[in-house]
């Protein structure tokens, strides 16, 4: 099926089961502890060995040498494979380090051994023993001393953008803001490792791993072993967490393969947590300039934003100009992006990944220049709304709320009653409020699907869809049951198995709209095969408890399915409705904040996201989904950093003892309202993704209710205490 025009109406809009509060049906699963994880499957029959790998003790060069003979010897190991011993393997399309194999150190905590044991101990231990000689280079690991040589990325990556004559226009400007913000280097920290079990059979491996994209690891771990795509078998049904940290192919799967092939047993490979955050991907370090011009009247006539950021060789930038692009107005725009070469292990997607740490400097811009004008925040940003993008003003946005979400947000917060900069105490805390304004763009993927009706009535649902803790089990099984007539019960989902039909995946705020959209399809040739079966005119025939009716007939699905069943399979893909209509996600976070007056602790009172993003599926797994969000914005505004070390070349908090994300005590009341609204050039669902627009902002609306408290503004994050105290006021 092609989604080439706007939808109309359709068995979803009925709204019976799609958008009712669902509870989790794989919720029992995991509150009960059955559901199966990546590290825990376990066959009975089979004897499982432990893999521990090694990570380069350098940042830059090459292996001279490596002596394996004595933790050869170690009690109860099995085997050592070695970088060296693996020679030169070939890099899947979506890695940009090398993931293992050959004598050159790309990073720190590159892969360069994997010890087998018995037990995990005994690898553990004898990994110790390994002894490696190294000749070291000089490596480039500060983003700031590299600035000067950043370059301008490839064409693909849309590095620069402009309309109008910034430059003229900012000069002419009766007021204008021009400052540099900085994020930092951040980790996904999920709570579930990198992890696989490998098991071979033949020439053909079974890959049980945490996943974010079956199809994509499974065609770059083909390439990386020198196999036949069809030779590889992968299983990830249930993910703890990814966060885009688990969307490219990761090394504890290449290592969990190359182990099982030569000891011939199903092999575990967890990567250690120093291994998570140095060997694996994170949210590269950003240094942000941003420049806007306004008339008196408020109106902004020049904006530009300028961001460098820092990769590996072949790497790309983060992306955080893009959300300038398209969230305010403005005739006169320049956007630009500059890419470092560093040493550092692998930057790439991180929840949010561009608008995340863009949003985080942006908005605390806009709030500068309100400040600048005397304009509320608020108003400041409804008057600079815009209805159409900015660079190309023929092409609308498909659905736009931010004044609704802005509005609803200051009502339901109280923001009339906001303070004055500095000007409320309540005992030893100074109280402000922030705002800040959500962008994230509406991304689909092709996906694709199986349904089947069983003898007994019963849907299945098949799709290699990954659910990363997001709720794509219940939004699956909803939209099978809104579309064939049926209760949730009544709908088994089978996800993460690349026997299945390929999916979207889960990442980039794509995979709900797009899944949903391939069982959409899939039910459709379902409903089809239905009523050809039992002799009724498609077009006409309508499913609805548990039967299909036409006219004055009807017959229950369990009948018309026959002792063999039905299938339909079908795949979402899509049309140009994206190039004539800029499809984007909108919202506006409130924050309340307490910043101590002695110290400069930063408390977090209350937290308020208004979200629209066209119909929503399924409002507690959405909630959850911005509520979680929020969580990690709040890490990103107050406490999450990786502390790089500019001689070695490494995050030297590289675990969660040092790299400090929000725990229960650090997050207050939260509250998420969903706009009540549809957009039909989005996808037949009329849904968009909200799981990463409950990031965008977050940190922003942070800074700016701690200024407000405090009168201190802080451009670098995170904004810890120390940034703050020299600005406080004085202490009797």
Known sequence: MKFDKPATTNPIDRLKVVGK?????????????????????????????????????????????????????????????????????EKGEYNTANLFGGDEIQHYHQAIALVIAETFEQARAASSLVRVEYTEEKGVFDLAAEKGSAEKPDESQKPDS???????????????????????????????????????????????????????????????????????????PFIGGGFGGKLFLRVDAVLAALGAKQVHRPVKVALPRPLMINNTTHRPATIQRIRIGCGKDGKITAIAHESWSGNLPDGAPETAVNQTRLLYAGANRM??????????????????????????????????????????????????DTQVDPENRDRPFSHRDLIGCLKLGAERFGWSNRPKVASKREGNWLIGMGVGAAFRDNLVLPSAARVVLGKDGIITVQTDMTDIGTGSYTIIAQTAAEMMGVTVDKVAVELGDSRFPISAGSGGQFGANSSTSGVYAACVKLREAIAQKVGFNSEDAVFEDGVVKSGNRSVPLAE????????????????????????????????????????????IRRMLAVCAAGRILNPITARSQVIGAMTMGAGGALSEELAVDKKRGFFVNHDLAGYEVPVHADIPHQDVIFLDETDPMSSPMKSKGVGELGLCGVSAAIANA???????RVRDYPITLDKLISGLPEVA
């Open 706 to 712: 701690i200024y407000n408290a405090s009168g201190v």
């Open 560 to 603: 018309a399915a026959g002792a063999d069943g039905l299938v339909g399979e079908d795949k979402m893909e899509w049309g140009d409705l994206a190039k004539t209509h800029q499809q984007s996600t909108f919202g506006a976070h409130f924050v309340e904040v307490g910043v101590d007056i002695a110290t400069g602790e930063t408390r």
């Open 162 to 236: 402009s309309a109008g004559d910034f430059d003229s226009a900012f000069r002419a400007a009766p007021v204008t803001l021009d400052q540099t913000y900085t994020t930092p280097d951040q980790s996904h920290a999920m709570m579930e490792p990198h992890a696989s079990i490998a098991a071979w059979n033949g020439d053909e491996v079974t890959v049980w791993t945490s996943s974010q994209m079956i199809d994509w690891w499974r065609s770059d771990l083909a390439t990386t072993l020198g196999v036949d795509k069809d030779k590889i078998h992968l299983m990830s």
């Open 21 to 89: 509060p669902i509870h989790r049906i794989d919720g029992e699963l995991k509150t009960t502890g059955r559901a199966i994880y990546a590290y825990e499957w376990h066959d009975p029959d089979n004897k499982y060995a432990y893999g521990y790998p090694i990570g380069s003790a350098i940042a830059k060069g090459k292996i001279k040498s490596m002596d394996v003979s004595t933790a050869k010897a170690a009690p109860g190991v099995l085997g050592v494979i070695t970088t060296l011993d693996a020679g030169k393997l």
């Open 335 to 384: 956007t630009a992006m500059r890419l470092a070469k560093l040493d550092l292990p692998e930057g790439n997607a991180m929840r949010a990944p561009g608008e995340a740490p863009g949003l985080m400097a942006l908005e605390i811009a806009v709030d500068e220049m309100a400040e600048k004008l005397g304009i509320d925040p608020i108003e400041f940003r409804i008057l600079n």
